[in-house]
């Protein structure tokens, strides 16, 4: 056996590299790779395995095995020694494959005859692409420096991939980037949208993997680390007054920037022939395998630090800076892993659509995406890795899904679903005027939820009554520091000049859970969805209520305004926040500024716990507004961040409707007027439901007032309250199925 040194690892990549320089075409170009490993390696077989579909591998080239078997033989993902390579993404080595863990039996490769076995997984940036495997008669382990030479081989082999150089027939040689791709996501703003890519940022492209003067590259790469170390140091000088959190992050920073390990490694895989771009690469790929793998959050985080951190240093070292020449297109679909609240504005209304391979439903970017009006999947995997710039996409974000590079029949149906759309916007244009009025005389408020300036426009074009929840959390989201009394008076009076005189309803600063202030050092708290957030936060950091709530009163000057506390799990919460309110308008009242015409103060109805509360409590507030996205995922114990559960759970549940119910009797009862505001209240099916239990105010995006007012002008809510409670009394788990066949008929 030849055991591989480094001047042998060197010597395989130069005839790597002359085989793949050749016009030959992709297949005669994989065969002489696995042709040269053997030879290079001293074994007798070398096998590689390349990915047809998400789930199958598909033998496409060999030395050793029946020639036949090419093209024919496949598996799995997790089936046989190769399966279980490209499931986990780890090396196997094996002097004993037959008697080894999942080994699988293929006769038509005539395998068995070999012994040992070294599969090395094929990936580039976490993304996995195939499998290199040799085998050999005699039963032995390969040695540590054998894994390493396979392991820069086939970190060649990913990049030579990418480049297309294995293009032939066959699913598993189709060239990437070209063929059409449907993504699954989780929806996270409604909409439908078309367009072409742009990436948030640009891919690095290393078109030279392999390097003929090791001595240069790694003068290249020191060079770029110094130039990378120099430019964190500066971050980190600039920040030291900053926020806490952000100068973690760029002490995590220099760490790795300073690290002798990451040197290190990158310095062995040059020696064994990489360039210094892909040497970090190399690295980049192994730091997201093992993210992929590691379920706890701090190390992710780390990892993560490491995987920027490998971006600015490939972006140094070729030179493929953000700004790329490329322009954005007239109908751009924004493309990246993930983006913050500030980024997303600047980009504002440009984008058609958005699509995020991480994110949440509850994340920063949903709420500008909604506050945008923007289309918004999220948890898309694989599209940073799968999307180029420019390419023609197609974003649902009603079921969310992504069709890149869609074919004729995707678009034609999907122009359609757009089609219908924007015929059904223009229908609801023409009752944008008239009142959402029930067939049996009942009149419901239909309100827009907002929290931008940006929104404001909508506030007429949408034909609604009022804003009933604008959030405020917005404008501290955005910024690296705490804004100024003074900037949040320009921007409430904004608002409500704005408005011209309609009814805006202004929660207080709604933070922590999924919500936290970029320079507010984050609470490890177990399940922050249950933690110190909103009203809690307020109360304890009384300063900056007190400040947001000056900054109301200066703005309203003189015009009546409306404040609403999120999150009151009792009585008492709002009632000390209440107290607060009344200090406030005492120290500006003598202060001598103009106090509000009237003040109108309540709270938000998120926890099933305030639904209890006292009667005294429903005859002091002035009104109530249920948060229907918290109380639901409280009411049925159910994540909304978690794909899992949350859409088990129907809002149309009898026990959440018959709750919903509870809510509005207690109110009638004191006279406090209620409203409900979520998703579900934009909703046309929901809406009409919530009207029947006896909601008459719902506050939704600005988009769907229209749907919402067209379908509550059609129904008598005492017909559909009839449905729902013989549903409820045959004992149906939801009404949903009574109440869609019953808007059919109607």
């Known amino acids: 056996m030849v055991e591989s040194t480094e001047s042998e690892s060197r010597k395989l990549l130069g005839r790597l590299r002359e085989a793949m320089a050749g016009e030959n075409p992709g297949q005669a170009r994989l065969d002489k790779i696995t042709h040269l490993i053997a030879d290079s390696i001293g074994t007798e077989v070398c096998s590689v395995y390349l990915f047809r579909d998400d789930d199958t591998l598909e033998l496409c080239a060999t030395e050793g095995l029946n020639v036949e078997s090419v093209h024919q033989t496949r598996m799995r993902v997790g089936e046989g020694l190769v399966g279980r390579v490209a499931k986990f993404g780890k090396v196997v080595n094996t002097p004993d494959a037959p008697n080894a863990k999942g080994f699988r039996y293929m006769p038509e490769t005539g395998e068995e005859r070999f012994s040992s076995f070294l599969g090395i ?33 086939a970190m060649v082999i990913a990049e030579m991939t990418e480049l297309g150089a294995f293009v032939g027939e066959g699913a598993a040689l189709s060239p990437l980037h070209q063929q059409p791709v449907l993504l699954p996501g989780t929806a996270a703003q409604e909409g439908a949208a078309e367009g072409h890519v742009w990436l948030h940022e640009p891919r690095v492209v290393v078109t030279n993997p392999i390097a003929d003067d090791p001595e240069r590259e790694l003068v290249r790469l020191n060079e770029a680390v110094e130039q990378l170390r120099v430019g964190v140091d500066k971050m980190l000088e600039i920040s030291q007054n900053g926020d806490k959190e952000q100068l973690q992050v760029l002490e995590a920073y220099r760490m790795f920037a300073n690290s002798k390990g990451w040197m290190r490694r990158m310095e062995e895989d040059i020696s064994r022939g990489l360039s210094a771009e892909a040497a970090v690469e190399k690295e980049q790929s192994q730091a997201r395998a093992r993210m992929s793998q590691v379920q706890d959050s701090y190390l992710r985080e780390r990892l993560s630090d490491l995987d920027d951190l490998s971006n600015r240093l490939l972006r140094i070292l070729t030179g493929q800076g953000a700004e790329t020449g490329a322009e954005l297109p007239d109908d751009p679909i924004l493309v990246a892993r993930n983006i913050g609240p500030a980024e997303l504005l600047e980009y504002g209304r ?35 890795n799968e999307a180029l710039n420019g390419d023609h996409i197609m974003v649902d974000g009603e079921q969310g899904v992504v069709h890149l590079r869609p074919d004729d029949s995707v678009v034609s149906a999907f122009r359609d679903k757009i089609a219908m759309l924007a015929q059904a916007q223009e229908r609801y244009v023409s009752i944008r005027d008239k009142p959402a009025v029930t067939l049996d005389g009942q009149k419901i408020d239909l309100v827009m939820n907002a929290g931008l300036m940006a929104d404001l426009p909508s506030l007429e074009g949408s034909g609604a009554e009022g804003v009933g929840l604008f959030r405020t959390e917005l404008q501290f989201l955005v910024r690296n520091q705490m804004p100024k009394r003074q900037e949040l008076v320009e921007l409430y009076k904004r608002v409500l000049d704005a408005a011209h005189g309609k009814r805006v309803v202004f929660r207080t600063l709604d933070i922590g859970s999924d919500k936290v202030l970029p320079y507010m050092k984050p609470n490890d708290e177990p399940n922050p969805a249950l933690g110190w957030r909103a009203i809690r936060v307020g109360l304890d950091k009384p300063g900056v209520m007190r400040m947001q709530l000056q900054a109301l009163m200066r703005a309203a000057n003189g015009r009546p305004l409306t ?48 639904a209890f509360a006292p009667q005294k409590f429903f005859d002091e507030v002035d009104f109530l507004s249920i948060g229907g996205n918290d109380l639901k995922q409280f009411f049925f114990a159910a994540d909304r961040e978690n794909e899992r559960v949350r859409k088990r759970y129907d809002t149309l549940n009898v026990s959440f409707l018959s709750f919903i119910e509870q809510i509005v009797g207690r109110c009638e009862t004191s006279g406090t007027p209620l409203s409900f505001c979520g998703e579900d209240a934009g909703r046309p099916i929901e809406a009409a439901c919530l009207a029947a239990m006896g909601m008459r105010t719902l506050s939704m995006r600005p988009a769907s007032i229209g749907p919402v007012k067209s379908l509550l002008t059609r129904i008598d809510l005492n017909d559909l309250r009839s449905v729902i409670s013989e549903s409820r009394n045959q004992g149906d788990q939801s009404v949903r199925t009574a109440v869609m066949r019953y808007l059919r008929e109607i």
Do not use: C, W
Request: glycine share 6%; aromatic share 4%; net charge negative.
């Open 121 to 153: 997984p094929i990936q580039r940036l976490g993304e996995m692409l195939g499998v290199l495997v040799v085998q050999s008669k005699e039963a032995r382990e390969f040695s540590a420096d054998a894994v390493y030479a396979l392991e820069v081989v």
């Open 563 to 610: 404040v609403m506390f999120p999150f009151v799990a009792q009585a008492e919460e709002f009632r000390a926040a209440r107290e607060e309110v009344n200090k406030t308008l005492e120290r500006e009242r003598i202060l001598g500024h103009v106090l509000p015409e009237t003040l109108e103060i309540g709270a938000m109805l998120e926890t099933p716990s305030l």
């Open 350 to 384: 440009n984008l058609k659509g958005i699509i995020l391979e991480e994110g949440s439903v509850g994340s920063h970017a949903a709420i500008v995406a909604r506050a945008l009006a923007i289309p918004l999947v999220v948890n898309t995997k694989r599209i940073t």
